[in-house]
């Protein structure tokens, strides 16, 4: 069993919905967590950074942590054609950094 | 400032042979990592250099192997090359590396690499 599972997609979106994309982990040393997001023939970028349970809002982005159930999630408020791209979380704790296998998004004009 | 560069950016190589690839971190950052990126398996880590030394080391083969220079640049070698490495391999920078939980990593744009 992998340590962080995400859910898998494709997830394809009208413009202006709220999108939520999810990952799982196993793994208690995972202190510290992100979202990246990579677009087609790019290499990932960092979109947000949490170490603690709770929300943290930047813009349109949410991204909640809530390690008792060892479950993160990232919020995309009014999506726009422009997030259409490959979200992957990730996981940091014990010295390693652990993804996960990424959720395409696509958001339809 | 500069982000991190890899060269090159599209590799066609045939079975049994081997491959180098090269990154350039962003300046001021000590640790590179490598990463394997397949459709079926996702972001996977190889190995994390810091200061020339490999610091940490993911579940591949010995056929990859890498080296970090002193100017914080880093290579990644394949050897005997089979179909199964065909992949997206991203290097990714960062100021301390892994052992800092708050340090982040900027990825560069990755080599794809295609065995036949």
């Known amino acids: 069993q992998k340590e962080v599972e995400q859910d898998p997609g494709p997830l394809s979106v009208p413009e202006g919905a709220i999108v939520s994309l999810n990952c799982t982990y196993s793994n208690s040393a995972f202190q510290y967590f992100m979202w990246y997001r990579q677009y087609s023939r790019k290499g990932p970028e960092l979109l947000m950074y949490?170490?603690?349970?709770g929300n943290k809002e930047d813009g349109r982005f949410t991204a909640q942590v809530d390690k008792s159930s060892k479950y993160i999630s990232l919020f995309i408020r009014d999506s726009q054609p422009s997030d259409s791209a490959t979200y992957l979380c990730?996981?940091?704790?014990?010295?390693?950094?652990?993804f996960g296998d990424g959720t395409t998004l696509t958001v339809k004009p | 400032k500069a982000g991190v560069t890899q060269t090159p950016r599209y590799l066609i190589k045939t079975r049994g042979q081997q491959v180098t690839l090269s990154c350039s971190p962003i300046s001021g950052h000590r640790s590179v990592s490598w990463y394997q990126q397949t459709p079926g398996q996702g972001l996977q880590f190889l190995f994390e250099?810091?200061?020339?030394?490999?610091?940490n080391k993911g579940n591949f083969p010995g056929r990859f192997s890498g080296r970090q220079f002193s100017n914080s640049r880093s290579e990644m070698n394949v050897s005997t090359l089979e179909l199964g490495d065909s992949a997206l391999y991203l290097c990714?920078?960062?100021?301390?590396?892994?052992?800092?939980?708050?340090?982040?990593?900027?990825f560069g744009p990755g080599t794809r690499l295609t065995v036949l």
């Open positions: 990714a920078s960062s100021v301390s590396g892994t052992a800092s939980g708050t340090d982040t990593q900027y």
């Open positions: 949490t170490y603690s349970s």
């Open positions: 990730a996981m940091k704790g014990a010295g390693k950094s652990t």
């Open positions: 250099y810091f200061s020339e030394t490999q610091r």
